[in-house]
């Protein structure tokens, strides 16, 4: 599955390398942060969209659903 998600909070490229540092963590099949958003492609048997809203947020950031 491929999903596009909104974060808000993020000003900079620190911002992005903390979401990218948290992501990379789960099983994801791609990865393309940037500021406000992050564009994941994941297989879900291996990863739930629930997961990936968790790592967000455990880098500090909001996602805008």
Do not use: R
């Amino acid at each position: 599955m491929k999903k596009t998600i909104k974060i808000d909070g993020m000003s900079c490229n620190h911002c992005v390398m903390s979401v990218e540092k948290n992501l990379s963590k789960l099983d994801l099949n791609k990865v393309k942060v940037e500021i406000g958003s992050a564009e994941v492609e994941f297989d879900e048997i291996k990863v739930n969209e629930n997961e990936i809203i968790e790592a967000i947020q455990k880098a500090g950031y909001q996602v805008v659903k």
